[in-house]
């Protein structure tokens, strides 16, 4: 009887734990479900695969009329020439469409080819090349790539494994001389990336910069991304922008699991909101060092300006200083080494509390919504960064790491100097679906800047209004591009389906998008220029 009465009990237990379990499957199963509507869904621009060339001088006559944005073609007028620094992996026939389109408003165009700055002959440029271009599935080399200053503090043997790379801030101190050789060059644009660095390594030649180059690719010409209108564009980045001077209180959340929440004072409100940024690439929380952040905060992604890496959390402390990194394989490896290295480590910036170099450096958030992720890059490699071009869509936010020094502080510059520490930044991080909100200071409001990645700016009115001068509103703001991403918005679990192999997974999907299997097309329609 006993037996037979623990035996039935035992049958009872197990159908339980059997109804328990399928029970919370089913909660999860529905959980996800509901996570996954409340996110975007995936899109791609059908008219990019195996696009037709036909249409890159329409293309072409629309993005030398931008004026607005990283790459403001439209600025040259008739009459003047310009010069474009073309690197390793330009499309000519790209070049060559733009080329006309400015020819027909009457400006000479010259291209400076990859091999010149760096003084090399064209053989030995593409001998380089064969072997030291950047991949997207070598998202590690971020940390040896992005900034040179940065790769002495690696091991022999791991400065070995970056190659010889050729990327833009490896060549920007030829810039300077290289102009001084040629006075014929009297404007031009370089680089797809840092505005700022560019500018400034020209020296006494500053002035002459107009913008980057992007126009590299089929995918940068034809994906709308330049014929977004300047005067909306720029309208937008003011919405954007005008609260800034009213925020005392801040949270930026990702669907990956970011989260931080930051307090601000007046005085570092007044800084925040006095500082210059680049048009489409915005600051929506304020340099970490002045602030106070909520201990435990993370940022959490597996993409890089380079390309990808196993998923990685960096959580900071209420300084915005780095205390742990988390996963992200190699990559997170080589940041680690960063980290925890002595001279890092250690380092006491004279205008800092606590000793420590690696912060959360304030870094740009993209406003245009007609960026798509270039596969092109990815997949065939890149002289410079082969994963910029995402970085660019509205409402997909770059973090970095950096330095706490304060340039109001000279005594920061120089111990950096003395210390031999660099003033500069690297290992980027992309979120895809920030929710970004600020508390204003007088009346305690809260007020969504983005959500779940869409620009809360493309709902105002004036915006819409001004955006309907060139077509329907709903098609200029449209996402052109959405990345698909397991337990976010497409079906999955994270972790399994994609934070242990983000390149594997991506290069699933591209292969369905190039195959005309891909569930989330979006389809083509009329552009227009934003400019006369």
Same mark, same amino acid.
């Given at each position: 009887?006993?037996?037979?009465?623990?035996?039935?009990?035992?049958? =009872?237990?197990?159908?339980?734990?059997?109804?328990?379990?399928?029970?919370?499957?089913?909660?999860?199963?529905?959980?996800?479900?509901?996570?996954?509507?409340?996110?975007? *869904?995936?899109?791609?621009?059908?008219?990019?695969?195996?696009?037709?060339?036909?249409?890159?001088?329409?293309?072409?006559?629309?993005?030398?009329?931008?004026?607005?944005?990283?790459?403001?073609?439209?600025?040259?007028?008739?009459?003047?020439?310009?010069?474009?620094?073309?690197?390793?992996?330009?499309?000519?026939?790209? =070049?060559?469409?733009?080329?006309?389109?400015?020819?027909?408003?009457?400006?000479?165009?010259?291209?400076?080819?990859?091999?010149?700055?760096?003084?090399?002959?064209?053989?030995?440029?593409?001998?380089?090349?064969?072997?030291?271009?950047?991949?997207?599935?070598?998202?590690?080399?971020?940390?040896?790539?992005?900034?040179?200053?940065?790769?002495?503090?690696?091991? #022999?043997?791991?400065?070995?494994?970056?190659?010889?790379?050729?990327?833009?801030?490896?060549?920007?101190?030829?810039?300077?001389?290289?102009?001084?050789?040629?006075?014929?060059?009297?404007?031009?644009?370089?680089?797809?990336?840092?505005?700022?660095?560019?500018?400034?390594?020209?020296?006494?030649?500053?002035?002459?910069?107009?913008?980057?180059?992007?126009?590299?690719?089929?995918?940068?010409?034809?994906?709308?991304?330049?014929?977004?209108?300047?005067?909306?564009?720029?309208?937008?980045?003011?919405?954007?922008?005008?609260?800034?001077?009213?925020?005392?209180?801040?949270?930026?959340?990702?669907?990956?699991?970011?989260?931080?929440?930051?307090?601000?004072?007046?005085?570092?409100?007044? *800084?925040?909101?006095?500082?210059?940024?680049?048009?489409?690439?915005?600051?929506?929380?304020?340099?970490?060092?002045?602030?106070?952040?909520? @201990?435990?905060?993370?940022?959490?992604?597996?993409?890089?300006?380079?390309?990808?890496?196993?998923?990685?959390?960096?959580?900071?402390?209420?300084?915005?200083?780095?205390?742990?990194?988390?996963?992200?394989?190699?990559?997170?490896?080589?940041? *680690?080494?960063?980290?925890?290295?002595?001279?890092?480590?250690?380092?006491?910036?004279?205008?800092?509390?606590?000793?420590?170099?690696?912060?959360?450096?304030?870094?740009?958030?993209?406003?245009?919504?007609?960026?798509?992720?270039?596969?092109?890059?990815?997949?065939?490699?890149?002289?410079?960064?082969?994963?910029?071009?995402?970085?660019?869509?509205?409402?997909?936010?770059?973090?970095?790491?950096?330095? @706490? #020094?304060?340039?109001?502080?000279?005594?920061?510059?120089?111990?950096?100097?003395?210390?031999?520490?660099?003033?500069?930044?690297?290992?980027?991080?992309?979120?895809?679906?920030?929710?970004?909100?600020?508390?204003?200071?007088?009346?305690?409001?809260?007020?969504?800047?983005?959500?779940?990645?869409?620009?809360?700016?493309?709902?105002?009115?004036?915006? *819409? #209004?001004?955006?309907?001068?060139?077509?329907?509103?709903?098609?200029?703001?449209?996402?052109?591009?959405?990345?698909?991403?397991?337990?976010?918005?497409?079906?999955?679990?994270?972790?399994?389906?994609?934070?242990?192999?983000?390149?594997?997974?991506?290069?699933?999907?591209? #292969?369905?998008?190039?195959?005309?299997?891909?569930?989330?097309?979006?389809?083509?329609?009329?552009?227009?220029?934003?400019?006369?």
């Amino acid at each position: 009887m006993i037996l037979r009465t623990r035996k039935s009990g035992s049958i =009872w237990a197990v159908k339980a734990v059997l109804l328990t379990s399928l029970l919370a499957s089913g909660v999860s199963l529905m959980a996800q479900t509901q996570a996954r509507e409340q996110y975007p *869904r995936p899109a791609y621009p059908r008219y990019l695969v195996k696009p037709s060339k036909d249409r890159m001088l329409q293309a072409a006559r629309i993005a030398v009329r931008q004026v607005y944005g990283r790459s403001p073609l439209g600025k040259i007028q008739s009459g003047q020439t310009v010069h474009a620094f073309l690197e390793h992996q330009q499309d000519m026939a790209v =070049w060559e469409a733009v080329k006309q389109a400015w020819a027909e408003r009457g400006v000479k165009a010259f291209a400076v080819r990859a091999w010149e700055l760096p003084g090399m002959t064209e053989t030995d440029f593409n001998q380089w090349a064969k072997s030291n271009l950047i991949y997207g599935k070598e998202g590690w080399k971020e940390l040896g790539y992005f900034e040179p200053d940065y790769i002495q503090f690696f091991s #022999a043997d791991v400065q070995k494994t970056f190659g010889k790379p050729l990327s833009l801030y490896f060549l920007l101190k030829n810039v300077e001389s290289y102009l001084d050789k040629h006075p014929e060059i009297e404007r031009y644009f370089m680089g797809i990336g840092g505005r700022g660095n560019t500018r400034s390594a020209a020296g006494k030649h500053q002035n002459k910069f107009v913008g980057n180059w992007v126009l590299e690719t089929e995918n940068e010409l034809l994906s709308k991304f330049a014929a977004f209108p300047g005067d909306v564009w720029s309208l937008v980045d003011d919405r954007v922008d005008a609260p800034k001077a009213h925020v005392s209180e801040g949270t930026f959340t990702d669907a990956e699991g970011t989260n931080l929440h930051w307090t601000l004072t007046p005085e570092e409100t007044k *800084r925040w909101a006095e500082s210059n940024w680049n048009p489409g690439h915005l600051s929506v929380y304020p340099s970490p060092p002045r602030a106070t952040w909520k @201990p435990g905060g993370v940022v959490a992604a597996a993409s890089n300006h380079t390309g990808y890496q196993e998923f990685m959390k960096v959580f900071i402390d209420e300084h915005g200083r780095v205390m742990r990194v988390e996963g992200g394989g190699r990559t997170g490896d080589l940041f *680690r080494t960063l980290v925890e290295h002595p001279k890092f480590k250690n380092a006491k910036f004279p205008s800092t509390t606590v000793p420590g170099y690696w912060y959360l450096n304030a870094d740009g958030f993209g406003t245009n919504p007609k960026a798509v992720r270039d596969m092109d890059h990815l997949i065939n490699g890149s002289q410079t960064w082969s994963n910029m071009s995402e970085r660019n869509r509205a409402g997909v936010q770059h973090f970095s790491y950096s330095h @706490p #020094a304060k340039e109001e502080n000279p005594k920061d510059e120089a111990y950096a100097n003395a210390e031999g520490l660099p003033l500069k930044h690297t290992m980027h991080m992309h979120t895809f679906f920030s929710t970004v909100r600020w508390k204003l200071a007088d009346t305690g409001e809260w007020i969504t800047v983005s959500d779940k990645g869409w620009l809360k700016a493309f709902d105002d009115p004036e915006v *819409r #209004a001004l955006a309907a001068k060139y077509g329907d509103p709903k098609d200029l703001f449209r996402y052109e591009w959405i990345p698909a991403i397991p337990g976010v918005n497409v079906a999955g679990e994270h972790e399994r389906d994609y934070g242990k192999d983000p390149w594997g997974y991506l290069m699933k999907e591209w #292969a369905k998008i190039q195959a005309g299997t891909y569930e989330y097309y979006v389809d083509d329609y009329a552009s227009r220029s934003g400019t006369p």
